[in-house]
């Protein structure tokens, strides 16, 4: 009788799925310039088979996602978030360590936004 070969299971690292979401932003960036869209990865999720996310690709000018440091007090900003009225316009009023506090001109109101949903007036 013989023996059946072991089948290795390989399964992907942390640092592997990193490198392709690197990877892959790279390889469709010819894509987004020819298109005119962004091209977005959602979250990757992976086990012994592979991996799997979702793919998004909206029309229209690249949006850069900013840190804090391209931020100062007293900036005028919009948030860039489904949830937030394109309109509104906010103030910088401090910088936190991850956060942003921002207040809404003509209207008082206060939040902490991450530096990531704050586009630049």
């Known amino acids: 009788m013989r023996a059946e070969p072991i089948k290795v299971i390989r399964v ?7 490198t392709f979401r690197g990877d892959f932003q790279k390889a469709v960036a010819q ?12 979250t990757i999720r992976y086990d012994q088979e592979g991996l799997r996310a979702t793919m998004k690709a909206i029309k229209g ?3 850069v996602s900013a840190t804090r440091a391209d931020f100062t007090i007293g900036d ?9 009225n394109p309109n509104d316009q906010y103030r910088v009023i401090k910088i936190m360590s991850k956060n942003i506090k921002v207040e809404k001109i003509n209207g008082g109101e206060l939040a902490r936004v991450s ?5 630049k007036l």
């Open 12 to 18: 992907m690292t942390k640092q592997e799925v990193q």
């Open 31 to 42: 894509l987004e310039e020819q298109y005119g869209v962004n091209i977005s990865l959602g």
């Open 61 to 63: 000018e690249k949006i």
């Open 76 to 84: 005028t900003v919009k948030i860039n978030h489904p949830k937030a």
């Open 115 to 119: 530096p990531s949903f704050l586009v």
